[in-house]
């Protein structure tokens, strides 16, 4: 290629016109463009280039067939350029998206999932519509109906310390207003945490209810045969965290009783964390999840996150210690709203001035 054309390439159509312009002036006639693997190609011409084209021909034929050959030459450089400049110029629907896509990463949501929603995203769509795809693509029951209208045997698991006996509490507090304390039936698993089974054998007391402690899997199956009787049975489990080998004996000691689950999630962690604890504990008895820790909770959107690929019902949300008042049935879209409106109350204060370069194997001031 002679040195009045030039091959351009950079990593964005936005660079490689800037390049464009730096090394060959304002005037310089872009030829084509095409991608080259992760980058943008261009091949660009000088006006004088285009200059002695245009003055070749020996004859009236020939400058003739150069003329037209010029102006189409003119039209496609224009066209291409235009291109290049909607390429390079993000539009307002980018933009758009990029804001909200930003907005949602920072709430919790995995960028697997924001991108997905978003490509689909309409271009007079917003906000509004990335909420009401959410709440579609979210599953809810209603725990007062299934669980503790419905009946039956319910085991409450999940990592140590996201809320299990208090939640057990909870359930329990709201079938005993319904049924009365003689058709309720409380159990714990718990044995190892110093005072765990104590715990729950309070709120027992309070709610006149018996707690029967158990240590294995043999001690579990009688109890929930003496229990047959009860209207509704809860079984608050051990915590282990989800790496915990033990977690998949108590998965198979479950499941091997037909026992029901209801997974606790920490709505305080990071979405890696969250989705790790639902691979581990998730198994088809597994009815639904219940949010735990909401109000200590500030980007939400992680739980809602692992909800919705995981395909995991949302049965209650719970959003504190007291009983049985912190803990309700989950409202998709109230929970939505709160998750969007949680980042504007914060703002994010850095130390000035920050070290950024290195000399001399230290950070010091740029």
């Known amino acids: 290629?002679?040195?009045?054309?030039?091959?351009?390439?950079?990593?964005?159509?936005?660079?490689?016109?800037?390049?464009?312009?730096?090394?060959?002036?304002?005037?310089?006639?872009?030829?084509?463009?095409?991608r080259v693997g992760d980058h943008v190609e261009i091949v660009a011409?000088?006006?004088?280039?285009?200059?002695?084209?245009?003055?070749?021909?020996?004859?009236?034929?020939?400058?003739?067939?150069?003329?037209?050959l010029m102006k189409e030459i003119r039209r496609l450089q224009s066209d291409l350029q235009g291109q290049l400049v909607s390429l390079a110029t993000p539009t307002a629907h980018a933009t758009k998206k990029g804001k909200i896509q930003r907005s949602m990463v920072r709430m919790g949501f995995s960028s697997a999932l924001t991108e997905q929603i978003l490509d689909q995203m309409p271009e007079q769509a917003g906000l509004s519509w990335v909420t009401q795809v959410l709440e579609r693509n979210l599953c809810a029951l209603r725990g007062d109906e299934t669980i503790v209208g419905g009946g039956g045997v319910f085991a409450l698991v999940g990592p140590t310390g996201v809320g299990k006996t208090t939640t057990t509490a909870k359930l329990a507090a709201r079938a005993v207003v319904r049924y009365g304390a003689a058709r309720v039936g409380l159990v714990t698993t718990d044995s190892y945490r110093v005072g765990a089974h104590e715990q729950l054998r309070v709120y027992g007391r309070i709610l006149g209810v018996p707690v029967h402690t158990v240590k294995d899997a043999a001690d579990l199956k009688t109890t929930l045969n003496g229990l047959r009787d009860k209207h509704l049975v809860l079984v608050d489990t051990m915590g282990m965290g989800q790496r915990d080998g033990r977690v998949q004996e108590q998965n198979d000691q479950l499941d091997s009783l037909g026992v029901r689950r209801l997974l606790l999630l920490n709505a305080t962690c990071n979405l890696h964390t969250l989705e790790d604890v639902v691979r581990v504990y998730r198994t088809p008895n597994v009815l639904g999840c219940i949010p735990t820790k909401l109000d200590e909770a500030l980007a939400m959107g992680g739980v809602l996150d692992v909800a919705i690929r995981h395909r995991l019902p949302l049965c209650y949300v719970a959003n504190g210690q007291r009983v049985p008042e912190d803990l309700r049935e989950a409202n998709l879209m109230a929970l939505l709203q709160a998750t969007f409106n949680s980042l504007e109350m914060v703002g994010y204060n850095i130390a000035l001035p920050l070290e950024f370069s290195l000399e001399n194997g230290g950070l010091s001031h740029a």
């Open 1 to 34: 290629m002679n040195a009045q054309t030039r091959t351009i390439r950079a990593l964005t159509a936005r660079d490689a016109l800037r390049q464009v312009r730096v090394e060959m002036g304002e005037d310089a006639v872009i030829l084509s463009n095409r």
């Open 45 to 68: 011409a000088a006006p004088a280039a285009l200059a002695q084209l245009e003055q070749g021909g020996k004859n009236n034929e020939e400058k003739e067939n150069v003329s037209q």
